[in-house]
Structures are given as structure tokens and as C-alpha cells.
């Protein structure tokens, strides 16, 4: 019996890694489509009602697709353009952050952040600046994984909780619930609106003429990126550039840019949407949030960002039932 027991233990471990090398090559592109069908089910819900399950798995696919053909083509156009831009752009902000007076504490953080931030940055881009057909390939996995768990998500949703073991069901269903709350304020809060206000700012520096085509999708990440930060936000970048219109004689972008930028950017978006997407602390406290998106970045690259924050929420879920359970043997003991 122990022989057998051994012999199963060693064919699933076997099982395992082989799945495990199979599948992360494409564990990105997987982990976008999940994220984007997340996104998305709410629309597709709406859809179903009216064309059927598959039809509008399918046209959210087909638009799906329509999208990565023309990431792919920007991509191989603007890169350069954008990292250099962007490397520029985040250097200026932590440049201008380093130099107000912080505690030393702070301020190695954040100079050893920038370091980390550009360096990962530069390494993820230039693996895919030099590999198009890998980011194509990983595209085509992203599109026709999205199109199946779009098509299959109530099964899906069956099969994880038929897979809880009834003796820590309790504890799983709150692991769940956990993840699915981060995830909704992070996806369907932050970065839907975050996303938005990216590209309300690359139009507005593109079409004042502030920068070309790479550098004003570079600004318009930047948007987002500081839009994951307490306190601080998009208003920085427009404000910024304002000021630089205002000082270089072009009176009237510059007005436009600071009354457009105040109401499509921050803060007014912020005031207005403050109630539907709740205290932006995505199920855990904001430091907590920042440190995993910021960790998850550097550890992961962009899909970091996502596991950073719900990793995060899990913990915390899990040494909140431990307490709650050393708590109940300690009043039972008594």
C-alpha cells in the first residue's frame, strides 16, 4: 500500500511539473484574458440576454481581436518611441520627488523603486521588442482563451466550488470572496477609470501637439501608473504640462489643457465617481494595495500587478482567520 501510494504521489508530482512547464510560457496571456473576461462578463451578461451566449462571446471576441491587431501594429511602430518617452517621463517625476525634503527612510525607498521600476521596464520591453512573433503568439493564446472562459464562465464558477473540500469550505468561500472583492475595485474600479484617464491625456497631448504619437501614449501611461498612487495622480502629468505651455508662450493649449485636464483627468473625475467606486482600498488598506501592485510589477511585469494586490488580499484574509480561530481555542480553553 505504501509502495502504491508512493508510485501515485511521484506520477502526480510528475503530472504537475509537466503541466506546470507546459503552461508557463503562456501564463501572461492567460492571466490577461482571465483578467479581461472579468472585465468584460458584466456586458456579456447583457448580451447574452439578447443575441445568446455564444454570439456575444464571439463578438466580444471579435473586437477583442480587432484591439490586439492594432496593439501589435503600434506596438512594432511607437516602442521606442514609447520607452524612451516614458523612461524620460518617470525619471522627471521621481527626480521631482526625491528632491522635496523626505525622510531618508522614504527616500531610499523610493530611489531604489525608480531603479527597480526602469530596470524591469526596460528588460520586459526589450524582450518583446525583439520578438514580435512571441507577442503575437501570445495574443492569439489571450484571444481564444478569453473566447473560453467567456463562453464557459458559469461552469467554470460551478467546477471551483465543487472542488472546495468540505472540511475548509468555509475558509475557501472567504478566500474567494476576497479575491473576487479585490478584483473588483482594482479591475472594474481603478483601472477601467485609470485606463480611461490615460487615454483622455495621450488625445489631448497628441492633438495640442504637445508630443508626437509615442511620446503622448507614453504620458498617458504615465497617467495611469500614477493614478496607483495615494495622494498623488493624473493631475501631475497635466498640470505639468500646463505649466510647461504656459512658460513657453502657448496661452490658449495651455488653458485648455488645465480646464480639460481638471475635468476629464483629476480631480473631477474622482469627485464624481467617489460613491460607485467606494474608498479605492480594494478589499485591503491602500499601503497594503500600493506595496502589492508595486511588488507584483517588479516580481511579474505588468500581470504583477494584478497578482501583486490579490496575493496581498489572501493573506490578509487568511491571518485574519487565523486570529479569529486562535481567538476561538483561547475562549473555549477558558
Do not use: C
Not at 462578463?41 to 447574452?48: A, G
Request: glycine share 8%.
Amino acid at each position: 500500500m505504501e509502495i502504491e501510494t508512493a508510485v501515485w504521489i511521484g506520477v502526480s508530482l510528475g503530472v504537475l511539473y509537466l503541466t506546470w512547464q507546459t503552461v508557463s510560457p503562456v501564463l501572461s496571456p492567460l492571466i490577461v484574458a482571465v483578467t479581461l473576461a472579468y472585465i468584460l462578463y458584466p456586458l456579456h451578461e447583457r448580451l447574452s440576454v439578447r443575441i445568446g451566449n455564444r454570439w456575444s462571446a464571439l463578438l466580444l471576441t471579435g473586437l477583442l481581436t480587432v484591439f490586439s491587431f492594432l496593439f501589435i501594429l503600434g506596438f512594432a511602430l511607437w516602442i521606442n518611441d514609447i520607452k524612451y518617452s516614458l523612461t524620460d517621463y518617470v525619471d522627471a517625476f521621481f527626480a521631482w520627488l526625491l528632491g522635496l525634503n523626505l525622510p531618508s527612510g522614504v527616500y531610499d525607498l523610493l530611489n531604489k523603486l525608480s531603479s527597480a521600476i526602469a530596470e524591469r521596464f526596460n528588460s520586459y520591453v526589450l524582450g518583446y521588442t525583439y520578438s514580435l512573433p512571441k507577442l503575437s503568439l501570445q495574443t492569439i493564446v489571450a484571444v481564444f482563451a478569453f473566447y473560453g472562459v467567456l463562453v464557459n464562465a458559469r461552469a467554470i464558477k460551478d467546477e471551483i466550488y465543487a472542488l472546495l473540500p468540505p472540511s475548509r469550505e468555509e475558509l475557501a468561500r472567504k478566500l474567494i470572496n476576497s479575491a473576487t472583492e479585490t478584483l473588483h475595485y482594482l479591475l472594474r474600479g481603478w483601472l477601467l477609470v485609470s485606463v480611461g484617464k490615460g487615454v483622455v491625456l495621450a488625445f489631448l497631448f497628441y492633438v495640442l501637439r504637445i508630443s508626437d504619437a509615442g511620446g503622448s501614449i507614453a504620458a498617458g501611461i504615465l497617467v495611469v501608473i500614477l493614478e496607483l498612487l495615494p495622494v498623488v495622480g493624473g493631475w501631475i502629468v497635466w498640470s505639468a504640462s500646463s505649466i510647461y505651455l504656459f512658460t513657453s508662450g502657448l496661452y490658449w493649449k495651455a488653458l485648455a489643457m488645465g480646464i480639460l485636464g481638471f475635468i476629464l483627468i483629476s480631480p473631477m473625475p474622482d469627485i464624481v465617481l467617489s460613491k460607485r467606486l467606494g474608498k479605492r482600498q480594494w478589499g485591503v488598506n491602500a499601503l497594503v494595495s500600493l506595496v502589492g501592485i508595486f511588488g507584483g510589477y517588479i516580481a511579474f511585469g505588468f500581470v504583477g500587478i494584478i497578482i501583486g494586490p490579490v496575493s496581498l488580499s489572501l493573506l490578509i484574509t487568511l491571518l485574519e482567520e487565523w486570529k479569529r480561530a486562535k481567538n476561538s481555542r483561547w475562549k473555549s480553553a477558558q
